[in-house]
């Protein structure tokens, strides 16, 4: 099978940009399909770091690269990432990168809105990137969205705009944040119309003849099953699909041409912003992993939370999210640690569970169930062979491919691009 769909399997921040760079050196196209510029890739390459938040990161290896409708764009911070890979060397045009047409936009009044309201929840707060991808996905779900085909219509910007004023200068009076003048919208979104349209087209036909020339998909998710609007720790979620089915109706793509489903799943686990978390350490561990894993998220830099590997949580969104291998990362972190704890479970006012269920209230009641494994003395750090792990650095992955029911496929062992063991292709199904 030719494609490979790459999504998270825990809260975010699994280090699916170096993941996905990998396997972008051997895929023709790479495709983004949810989420927005709430998203960050760090990629390490020689000695420049790149940080992508919108473009897809297969643009780095000179791959096309193609965000799909399913994505949130902002025009301001897409143009803005575009100048900044270029003047990091990167070469982004029409030529190498696509846009969709029927792509939702995120204007200044989302993340307006979504900031006055996180103020307006107080202590409830979700925690979200504050980048308006919540109100923007609203929008479209409400069928009053701008999209992108339409910067090349003033009349329909103009009527749209009424209507979206209409609903949201009142959302930001009822918050009491300032509201906003149509006519600085339009001259704005009339100033971006040449610089972004000549990105754009249907993506769809340009997959669909991709697809059947051979040539080989790469589908980049952005955030993970855990905050999956549906299947996530909900409402501490974040507003898209982030499942690997979303890939094909984000960009328009045959859901049987997926190909396979790699989920991406630190070997320990965290999560920024609120939200429930049944493996999370308050203690010296979770400072020590936080602090040697460089837990801070790329676009915010709010420091992570961080808690044990939880099997239950991974098994679950293995099973959601059609994931059918996994890519461990960061196992380095854990070197020297004396002895490892695995969440395989829960245990919810009395009552085991094997999975997180739905309810807010289970969720936040939700006590782990702990294995414990002896550490390793020995280092991952730079492996580049399962050989070259120490044994009880080896009983812990096969330890959690039990727990999980999927096998680890990739394992990566530190920042630099061949810091990776292979331990099956995916490119080869
Ligand atoms: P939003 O996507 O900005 O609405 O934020 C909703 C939730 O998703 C918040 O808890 C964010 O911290 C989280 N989130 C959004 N994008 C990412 C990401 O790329 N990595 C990790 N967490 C994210």
Not at 13 to 40: P, T, Y
Not at 205 to 222: M, P, Q, S, V, Y
Not at 263 to 288: M, N, Q, W
């Amino acid at each position: 099978m030719a494609n490979v769909t790459v999504i998270g399997a825990q809260w975010g921040d699994e280090g699916k940009g170096k993941v996905v760079d990998w396997l972008a050196s051997r895929a023709d196209l790479v495709v983004r399909f949810q989420g927005g510029h709430n998203a960050g890739h760090t990629l390490v390459v020689g000695n420049q770091t790149y940080k992508l938040s919108l473009l897809p990161s297969g643009l780095v290896r000179g791959k096309m690269g193609i965000i799909g409708n399913g994505v949130v764009v902002d025009p301001e911070a897409l143009l803005a990432e575009i100048a900044r890979v270029r003047a990091q060397g990167l070469t982004v045009t029409p030529e190498t990168l696509r846009l969709a047409e029927n792509a939702t936009l995120i204007l200044p009044l989302h993340a307006a809105i979504d900031r006055a309201r996180e103020t307006a929840r107080g202590e409830k707060k979700i925690g979200t990137t504050g980048r308006g991808i919540g109100p923007a996905y609203e929008d479209k779900v409400a069928r009053r969205a701008i999209r992108v085909c339409d910067l090349a219509e003033p009349e329909t910007l103009s009527d749209k705009l009424d209507e979206l004023l209409l609903h949201h200068n009142t959302l930001l009076a009822g918050l009491g944040a300032p509201t906003f003048d149509k006519q600085v919208l339009l001259d704005q979104l009339l100033a971006w119309a040449p610089e972004i349209l000549p990105y754009a087209e249907p993506v769809w036909e340009r997959l669909d003849e991709a697809r059947r020339a051979g040539k080989r998909i790469l589908f980049e998710g952005a955030q993970a099953v855990m905050l999956d609007v549906d299947h996530g720790t909900y409402p501490y979620v974040t507003s898209s699909n982030t499942v690997a089915a979303t890939a094909a109706a984000g960009s328009g793509f045959a859901p049987s041409a997926l190909g396979f489903v790699l989920g991406i799943a630190k070997a320990y686990c965290t999560r920024v912003g609120s939200g429930p978390f049944p493996s999370e350490l308050h203690d010296e561990t979770g400072r020590l992993l936080g602090e040697r894993g460089r837990e801070f998220g790329t676009v915010t830099g709010r420091p992570r939370r961080c808690g044990w590997f939880d099997a239950a949580l991974v098994r679950q969104a293995i099973k959601v999210g059609g994931i059918q291998g996994i890519v461990m990362t960061k196992i380095d972190v854990l070197d020297g640690l004396k002895e490892l704890r695995i969440c395989t479970g829960y245990t919810i006012n009395g009552a085991h569970y094997s999975y997180l269920p739905a309810a807010m209230r289970a969720q936040a009641a939700a006590q782990p169930v702990w294995e414990t494994l002896p550490g390793w003395s020995g280092t991952t750090k730079g492996a580049r062979s399962t050989a070259e792990l120490p044994a009880d650095a080896v009983k812990y992955i096969r330890r959690i491919e039990e727990l999980i029911e999927a096998p680890i496929i990739l394992l990566t062992t530190g920042p630099e691009r061949d810091d990776t063991i292979m331990m099956r292709d995916p490119f080869e199904g």
